[in-house]
């Protein structure tokens, strides 16, 4: 049963391995503000950034400081995305003539492409122009995913601090990420993507004769017509995808995403995908071991990740090996399991895993479609999204947020034995725990209110295409989605009206900075702390005991959240499936 997917899922993580260690330790030094070896000419152009942006710019930054300058910057880049939309059609890079964007579409887009979340409730090679997708959301795709970074950076230094009032730089932290981590590596991703297959150029569609001309009919009954040609999108794709994927921005430049051959061509494009997204988070554990002097730390936090990811992928494809009996009762062939949604050139083993790692890492791009996954299939990347994004999670997030939950760990730890706890030679006080308490609660809190509010509104219930459990699992799946900041979709459900892109906008403009704020004032609190040496009562948090108390707070925190809406949904269709 498993004997095509172990063998991908084993080369998967040692690939992984062997890229992100060496890329941990480099970001390391990103991390640090002097100059990174082998990339001194880089530190040039870094050099003009600040002469540019003043005298002061570079200054060391409390946590407010830091909070306000993060906040601003990308309240200023949804502005401009927003901007770029609603005048799209009289800019140039518009061969199609795309018209301007709507007002709760651009808002939604502008919303999302600045928290990583890249949902997009509209067709992309459909309704942006060249210009759009290029300067506005590839732009905030390297802007989000570097802001990512960047807190990261701050919450390491927090614990790497010895006593001081600054957690670094915002502006130091977002240009340095972008400089020498997203840009260098996104430039070779996109060439080998090019070299595969993406597209890349800037040409108008193409209009091509097809083989096999067929009949469709006309509208109001005006008769039938024969189609002779086939518009064929093209554009700048190969670029895009490459940020798309490092940045785990996921948004694709066409509407089916890494499903379309244009954008993911085949299995060994499929295959660098998956590192793509994985690479950076993967990396990030190295760094934090790296910067407090403790790369046992680093490899504990990856271990757990890890051992999450395994069951979880596991577990999605041991769902899609099942027969769908509503198919076979149709007469359809269902020996090899669920392939309803999945593109024949990946098949069952990749699909799944490809679901499990956008949605485990918070990227969103996908190679199948989940709406059409089993339904316990569909609930393992649902899970993983509400688990806040931790398992590998966002470039930056999913570090920062797993931190959180280590936090929250090593307070229960110390509980039960009696002692202050205390991580990585800093004590965990009552605002510490607040503030881990607010990251925590912030998303389920958007997520079922969310879910409440478009399952009573009527606007909420006109876009479910699936009356029942499965339409009920569309709105959720949406919600944790958008507060997660993942992006993916459900896609029966008809998210692009006034209602959805407003609810779902909130839920993605707090689902991040919501979390970002007091990830950045547990950062702020930390290094303002003096840091303890280790004595015989410290509680070790590196090694398999830790790793297993992490994985256990991680899964019942996450999961208790939601186990009423997980059984409303996923679970009731479950059962009535086969009970049919």
Not at 229 to 250: D, F
Not at 266 to 286: E, K, R
Not at 467 to 472: E, I, N
Not at 490 to 513: C, D, E, H, K, Q
Request: with cysteine; glycine share 10%; net charge neutral.
């Amino acid at each position: 049963m498993f004997s095509d997917f172990l063998p991908l899922l084993a080369v998967f993580l040692l690939v992984l391995l062997l890229l992100g260690y060496p890329l941990g330790l480099f970001m390391a030094r990103v991390a640090d503000s002097a100059a990174v070896p082998g990339m001194r000419w880089m530190g040039r152009v870094e050099a003009l950034f600040y002469r540019a942006a003043g005298h002061g710019s570079t200054a060391a930054q409390g946590w407010k400081s830091y909070a306000l300058a993060l906040v601003a910057f990308n309240a200023v880049g949804a502005l401009a995305v927003y901007a770029l939309q609603r005048v799209q059609a009289w800019l140039p890079l518009n061969p199609e003539g795309m018209p301007n964007v709507g007002a709760d579409s651009s808002f939604n887009t502008a919303v999302s492409f600045v928290a990583n979340t890249n949902w997009q409730g509209y067709s992309g090679e459909q309704t942006m122009s060249i210009l759009t997708q290029m300067l506005g959301l590839a732009c905030q795709n390297f802007f989000s995913a570097a802001t990512g970074i960047a807190v990261a950076f701050a919450l390491i230094r927090g614990f790497a601090a010895r006593s001081s009032s600054a957690i670094g730089n915002f502006w130091v932290d977002l240009t340095r990420a972008t400089l020498y981590v997203l840009l260098p590596l996104s430039i070779a991703f996109a060439l080998f993507f090019a070299s595969q297959g993406v597209v890349q150029g800037f040409s108008a569609h193409v209009d091509a004769q097809v083989l096999d001309p067929a009949s469709y009919a006309l509208p109001d009954g005006a008769g039938t017509a024969q189609a002779v040609t086939q518009t064929i999108p093209m554009g700048p794709v190969a670029s895009q995808e490459a940020i798309k994927l490092l940045g785990t921005n996921g948004g694709g430049y066409f509407n089916a995403n890494s499903a379309h051959p244009f954008e993911n061509p085949n299995a060994l494009s499929n295959f660098v995908q998956m590192i793509a997204i994985f690479l950076i988070p993967a990396g990030l554990c190295f760094t934090f071991g790296r910067v407090v002097g403790d790369m046992r730390q680093g490899w504990a936090v990856l271990a757990t990740m890890t051992v999450l990811f395994v069951v979880a992928a596991s577990l999605a494809f041991a769902a899609e090996q099942q027969a769908n009996p509503l198919l076979g009762a149709l007469g359809a062939d269902t020996s090899a399991g669920n392939m309803e949604g999945k593109e024949t050139r990946f098949g069952i083993a990749a699909s799944t895993l490809f679901a499990a790692v956008t949605t485990a890492a918070s990227c969103g791009a996908v190679n199948a479609m989940h709406d059409s996954f089993m339904p316990l299939g569909g609930m393992v990347p649902m899970v993983l999204m509400q688990l806040g994004e931790v398992v590998f999670g966002g470039v930056g997030t999913g570090l920062y947020g797993m931190l959180v939950f280590a936090i929250l760990a090593v307070f229960i730890a110390g509980l039960m034995i009696g002692r202050t706890p205390e991580y990585l030679g800093k004590k965990i006080g009552a605002y510490e725990m607040k503030m881990a308490s607010l990251v925590i609660l912030i998303t389920p809190c958007l997520v079922l209110l969310g879910t409440a509010v478009a399952v009573v509104a009527d606007a909420g219930r006109a876009g479910v295409a699936n009356p029942g459990a499965h339409g009920f699992s569309e709105i959720l799946y949406a919600l944790s989605s958008a507060a997660n900041n993942n992006g993916s979709a459900f896609a029966g459900l008809s998210a692009n009206t006034p209602f959805y892109n407003t609810l779902l906008a909130v839920a993605m403009w707090f689902g991040r900075f919501g979390v970002i704020v007091p990830v950045l004032a547990i950062a702020g609190s930390l290094a303002a702390r003096r840091r303890l040496d280790a004595n015989a009562g410290t509680m070790p948090t590196h090694g398999p005991m830790f790793v297993g108390l992490l994985a256990g707070v991680v899964l019942l925190v996450g999961i208790l959240n939601y186990v009423p809406a997980l059984a409303l949904g996923p679970v009731v269709e479950h059962l009535q499936l086969f009970a049919k």
